[in-house]
């Protein structure tokens, strides 16, 4: 077992006899996890128990957390938790490995970060990335700002059917699902699976892999 897998574990168990994951324990053990994954981002990047790690910090994100502790080494909690693990549960789709016990946890990190979410997808959106004086990209970049949530509900609305079907939906989404399904025609449009989850996803892959995290500095 490997330090990362100590502190990992650490988290885990901390979360396991923790009441509301407020504690100083289990908010120390955040901030040891944290802490590595911004020294060393790739240390997430084809790491072995990334179905835990995943989990934990869907976990980090509804704790309460990111509101009380909202830097680690100059890095916005939030996003990093967010983006984090938003890569490693597509990483998990994309290579087969994802569990069915896993879509509670994958959901529950989309709808606790919307904003987050949101935000990420226009800061990182390829097709956006022109010159900041060319008159056309910053209309583009305009348009999609002002529907980045229609966006964000498209993707969440993929992912809720996908659970649904396969019965690993939470009983509390269902409502939202159906809500979801009346804006289904508009919110699928332009096809937000394809067009922005995946390629905001190989995004984070390359910038974690790289060690750099600068994708993150969002205002």
Known sequence: MNDFDKILNRCIESIKHSDDMQDDETFSSF???????????????GYGKEMQLSVVLSCILTSGFTNRIRYINNIKTSYLVFAAGYYLFMHQLENGTFYDKN???FL??????????ANLIV????????????????CRFQTLDLNKYRIVRGIEFNMMIVAHKTGFLPLEFMNYLNN????AQEILADNPFQKYAIPLYKTFAKCFKSGDLDFLDIE
């Open 31 to 45: 901030i040891l996890l944290l802490n590595t994954i911004t020294t060393n981002p790739s240390i997430i990047v």
């Open 180 to 183: 979801l399904e009346t804006e």
């Open 103 to 105: 879509w509670p946890s």
């Open 108 to 117: 529950v990190l989309l709808q606790e970060g919307k904003d987050l979410h």
């Open 123 to 138: 800061a990182n959106d390829p097709s956006s990335q022109g010159s900041p004086y060319n008159v056309m990209d910053m």
